[in-house]
């Protein structure tokens, strides 16, 4: 079946969803992006996902074409219009059509806003029953990760090497510390039970379910360390998972040939798993 994505205010039919060549998405990776998960046809974590597409859009100056009711409704007329119950929502803004110029195009130039939905059963995942395996690789992204751009082909390039290592994905590693996955947070248990997560700042990206996590691991008693820890103290962890928006939590089961626990997804993550998904999915919108 065909989707209807949207398209600068139009609702087409996904073969009839075009942009120009020169768009500056297309020609600088001038662009920003959201996914927002989908559960029983409402959005989840919306409030946190619309903040960071503000503060992305502010940091590079491009303009939102919608305020914030007009971009709830857009979100959630994909939703119904592609009738989507489980899977997500693909947002991205570029800086719209303009002759190739590392300048950017004069203030009033019409950006590009593309939705589109994936229809995906993001409640029984597979990865999060057996946990998944990671490559240790070096971060050679730019140095605004905290902003959602589209430049991906690192990321790209870092889990295609990680799959060639025979890994499911890669956790990236820059100046002796872990900065995240190529598209999650990474965390880990230390063997005395701490939960540790990389505090925010340029080298990584705020994740909506990494702050969800830990609210909820700090409600539950679970004692949070938001600092850098290394490749080393990875390898060594009582446990290890990653979380974003479509996969909430999953195990990582093994980090290069170490591995984590007894090899099967842990305690920790089993628990801020099902609260994660119990308590967003019920606040849902
Ligand atoms: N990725 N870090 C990076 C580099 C990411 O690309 C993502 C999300 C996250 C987790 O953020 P959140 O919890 O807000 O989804 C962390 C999305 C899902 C993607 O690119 O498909």
Redesign the pocket.
Known sequence: MSRIVYLNGEWLPEAEAKVSVFDRGFLMADAI???T?VLDGKLV?YA??AA?LQRSARELKLALPLDDDELLSVHREIVARNSVDQG?I?LQLTRGVAERDFVFPPEGTPTTLVLFTQTKNVLVNRAAETGISVALLPDL?WAR?DI?TVQ?LY?SMAKMEAKARGADDAWLYEDGMVT??????AHIVTSDGRLVTRDLSRA?????????ILELAKAHGMIVEERAFSPQEALQAREAF??????FVVSVVKVDDATIGDGTPGEFARVLRNHYVETRRAAAI
């Open positions: 992006y959201e996914v998960c974590e946190g996902h960071r997500m693909y992204r990760r959602k991906l990321p995240e996955g190529s598209a999650a947070t990584l990206l705020a994740g909506v379910t990494r702050a969800s990653i979380t974003s928006a479509t996969n």
